[in-house]
Structure formats: structure tokens, C-alpha cells
């Protein structure tokens, strides 16, 4: 299958269940008092998204189960012990996480857009934004108490949940810390990448698992899939930050190379004698011209960074793709098969 016949049939697997799972948003993380903070807490869900993650649990609940996709109902759907749980909670939970860090991330770095509408600090105020994800964070967890699923594998996901959202405070103050410090090894970025990206696509496929009842062997062979995926999607992010023409990518390109960002482009590069400090002169992406990026970019294909991060990418999601051989063969599992290439494909 080429790559946009890849992108399109994910993009409507994704569109499909787009809806559904706007529909619970709006249902399960309804209007209350006060209204002002129940309207920031709501904001960024209203403003869209592709609901990737979301997905991601739905498909693998339907692999496991070895049902036609959108053939069950994902309130009642069915566990591999003959009971029925709430699948579409589970999978909410996931998307309230995704809002919550989006709202803090944009407080720290103090960013005025998200989803093409104002930041959720800057549409109302820092304070509600900060009370806004802290509501979403708890609902989350209370969303996923509502499933139904057997009390030990309710418990075991709410686990789950709370290390992936530590895991996730750890990863941006890595992040964070990465920017002060003069050296960091391409061992750490990855951890840090891990941590701060690829646990929640790790959980978003482990928790429909643990819900249903699957054996720990696929349970975490499905959680490797969503780290493995979830890194390839951030290395290929670095390597599109600087590809992919400034007009298409929708900030401009090189922006890393001027915001003392680390990424495994400039780690690989640093080690085959590269000066990246040096690699542009602008201080600010404003700055930036075309020509000084692609005099940078230039020089890190010289060094073979930006395919060293290509390849990488790309031996993730093939590693990623061998995890879900625990999964019955069929269309649930190969469209999640297609998600993992199309994260590392999709086009602007």
C-alpha cells in the first residue's frame, strides 16, 4: 500500500470514530458551576483534533476482541470473558489526558496558539487554565472508574493512567532541563521523548487490553507498540521541523534550531564534529530566512543526521508494527499496523 493510500484509509478510520468519541467529550465531560471554568475546561476539546489516541484504544479493543471494526458498541463491548464493558470511557479518559498536558504545555512555554483558536491561558486567564486542566486531569480518572470492566482490571488501568501521567511531568522537565544543560546523550533524549510522548500511545492501546481481561504478554506487547509508534511519531517531528516547508509545516521551518531545542538530529550531529550552535545566526524564528535553514539543513544531510533520525524512525515502526503479531489477524489489527507507518508518513 502506497503512503497516501496508507494516510487515507487512516485518516477515515480516524474521522469515523472522530465522531463517537466527540459525542462522549461532550457528554462525559459536561457543562457545570462554575461556568467560566467548566467552558475553559471544555475549550480545547471543542476546538478539535484528530482524536488519534482515542482511536488507537477503540482499534485495539476491536483487534482483541476479533470483531468487524465499528461493528459493536463500544458503551456495551464485549471483553474476552463473555462480560461487556464501557470501552468508549477508556478511550475518552485517554483524549482528557491529551487536553490536560496541551493546557499546561502551553502555559509553560507561554504559547498563544493551540488548534488554530487562542491558548486556553490566553482566551481566559492563566489561573482558569491551570484550575482547567487540573479538572480535566480528575475527570479523567473518574471516567475511566465508569467502565464496568472487572474491579481488578479497573484498578490495574487506573494504575496504569496515574504512572503514565507521572511519567509524562517527568518527560517535560527532562525537556525542560535539557535546554540549561550543555550536553545530553542521545540515550537520554530518548527516554525523555518516551516519557514525555510515547507513554500515553503506549497506554492509550494497553488500557482497552488490561479492561478486557488479555494476558500480561499482550498487554504489554500492545504498550510497547504505543512507545515504539509514539517515538517514531516524535523523531519524526524533528525530522519534518526541518524538511518540510515552512507555509506546509504551519510554523516556520528550522524554528528548533534557534529555541536551544535538542533532538536526535542535533545530538547525532554534535557527535560527528558539527558546531550546531553555529548552524544559524538568526536568535528568534522570526528571524529565520529560508536560505540560513537550508544552509543548516544542508550541513546536518552532510553529516547524515537527518537520515540517521529517518532510519531510526523508521526501525521503530517496524518493531512497533512485530508487537501486534499477540493480536488476532484482522482488519482492526492492520488498521492499527497502518496508524504506526502513518505516523512517520503523514504528509502536510
Do not use: W
Not at 465522531?19 to 475553559?40: G, Q
Not at 490495574?156 to 517527568?170: D, W
Amino acid at each position: 500500500m502506497t503512503p497516501d493510500a496508507t494516510e487515507q484509509r487512516v485518516l477515515e478510520a480516524i474521522r469515523e470514530r472522530r465522531e463517537l468519541v466527540n459525542e462522549a467529550l461532550e457528554s462525559d465531560v459536561p457543562m457545570a458551576e462554575p461556568e467560566r471554568l467548566y467552558e475553559a475546561s471544555r475549550y480545547l476539546l471543542k476546538a478539535g483534533g484528530k482524536r488519534l489516541r482515542p482511536t488507537v484504544s477503540l482499534l485495539t479493543a476491536e483487534a482483541l476482541a476479533d470483531v468487524e471494526p465499528m461493528s459493536e458498541d463500544y458503551r456495551a463491548f464485549p471483553t474476552l470473558a463473555d462480560g461487556a464493558i464501557d470501552v468508549m470511557s477508556a478511550a475518552a479518559s485517554i483524549e482528557v489526558i491529551q487536553s490536560f498536558t496541551l493546557i499546561h504545555d502551553d502555559i509553560m512555554d507561554d504559547d498563544d496558539l493551540r488548534r488554530g483558536v487562542p491558548a486556553v491561558h490566553k482566551e481566559y486567564d492563566t489561573e482558569t487554565a491551570i484550575l482547567a486542566g487540573d479538572t480535566l486531569y480528575a475527570k479523567a480518572f473518574e471516567l475511566l472508574t465508569q467502565t464496568g470492566a472487572d474491579p481488578a482490571n479497573g484498578l490495574e488501568a487506573v494504575q496504569r493512567l496515574a504512572t503514565t501521567c507521572i511519567q509524562i511531568c517527568e518527560g517535560q522537565a527532562l525537556d525542560i532541563e535539557f535546554e540549561h544543560r550543555s550536553s545530553v546523550l542521545p540515550d537520554e533524549y530518548l527516554n525523555m521523548v518516551e516519557l514525555k510522548t510515547a507513554v500515553l500511545y503506549g497506554t492509550a492501546a494497553a488500557i482497552p487490553a488490561v479492561l478486557m481481561g488479555a494476558d500480561d504478554d499482550v498487554v504489554e506487547a500492545l504498550y510497547q507498540y504505543g512507545i515504539e509508534s509514539g517515538s517514531a511519531f516524535q523523531i519524526q517531528d524533528d525530522v519534518l521541523d526541518l524538511t518540510v516547508p515552512s507555509e506546509k509545516l504551519g510554523k516556520q521551518r528550522g524554528s528548533d534550531l534557534v529555541e536551544n531545542k535538542e533532538t536526535i538530529i542535533l545530538l547525532h550531529a554534535r557527535q560527528q564534529g558539527v558546531d550546531v550552535e553555529e548552524l544559524v545566526e538568526a536568535e528568534t524564528a522570526d528571524e529565520l530566512t529560508e536560505e540560513e535553514v537550508q544552509a543548516a539543513v544542508n550541513e546536518l544531510d552532510d553529516a547524515g543526521s537527518i537520515d540517521y533520525a529517518r532510519e531510526m524512525a523508521e526501525d521503530l515502526t517496524e518493531q512497533a508494527k512485530a508487537r501486534l503479531d499477540v493480536l488476532p489477524d484482522n482488519e482492526a489489527r492492520d488498521l492499527l499496523c497502518d496508524i504506526a507507518d502513518y505516523l512517520i508518513t503523514r504528509g502536510y
